[in-house]
Every structure is written in C-alpha cells, then in structure tokens.
C-alpha cells in the first residue's frame, strides 16, 4: 500500500505562486502515474495535472496550463505541482493520488478520480483577491 502526504499549501494572493508537494512511501516511486486533483466546497473532484512513470510524460486540465507545472523526483520519491499566476477559482483542497503504470489507460482515463488507488489527505490552497 502506497501512503501520500501532501505538502506546500497556503494562502497567496491572486498573481502568486505556491509549490505543492507530494511525498511516496511503500513502493517503487517510478512505477506509477501520479495525478493532482482539486476540490473546493460544494464541487466535484477535478483532474489537475498528471505524470507517468519513468518516461515523465505530464498532462494538464486547460484551466490550469500554461500556469501549472508538474515534475517529479524519483530519489526523493516526490512529485510537485508548481502554481503560477493563481486565481481565486484556484481555491480548493489538493489531493495527489497513485495508480500503477502497468495498469495505464491513456489520458482519458487518468483524469477520472475514480481511476487511482491511493490518495493522499489533501493539502488547502487558498486564493484572495
């Protein structure tokens, strides 16, 4: 069992910019896509950003590219979600989440929140204008 702890939320003002952290334990780091997903009150869960395995591919909802970068760091077995130009409607709590790449279905399936086995407890990023 893979356990996530996110890290790096904050309040910021509309314009700056946080890093969010995401930290693996349990397993080979490399072997899975990971996924940033979103939720503010009263909304459903959204795709954010992704990575997959050793190849780095990344992945981006259209609100957030251009603005949102996500990289990892396998020996530290960490993936960041690095946020520029943050937007009041960027307010939500961050969650990242795990799958294993051998079980990878494209894109189109690894926006779905449903897709991924662990989850991390979230980490509240809060935007004013």
């Known amino acids: 069992q893979v356990q996530l702890v996110e890290s790096g939320g904050g309040s910021v003002q509309a314009g700056g910019s946080l890093r969010l952290a995401c930290t693996a334990s349990g397993h080979m780091f490399s072997n899975f896509v990971m996924g940033w997903f979103r939720q503010a009150p009263g909304k459903e869960r959204d795709f954010v950003a992704g990575?997959?395995?050793?190849?780095?591919?990344?992945y981006y909802s259209d609100p957030v590219r251009g603005r949102f970068f996500v990289s990892r760091d396998n020996a530290l077995s960490t993936v960041f979600l690095q946020m520029y130009s943050l937007k009041p409607e960027d307010t939500a709590v961050y969650y990242c989440?795990?799958?294993?790449?051998?079980?990878?279905?494209?894109?189109?399936?690894?926006?779905?929140?449903?897709?991924?086995?662990?989850w991390g407890p979230g980490t509240q990023v809060t935007v004013s204008s």
């Open positions: 989440a795990v799958r294993d790449v051998r079980r990878w279905g494209g894109w189109d399936d690894a926006i779905r929140w449903t897709s991924y086995d662990s």
């Open positions: 990575v997959v395995g050793t190849r780095g591919d990344t």
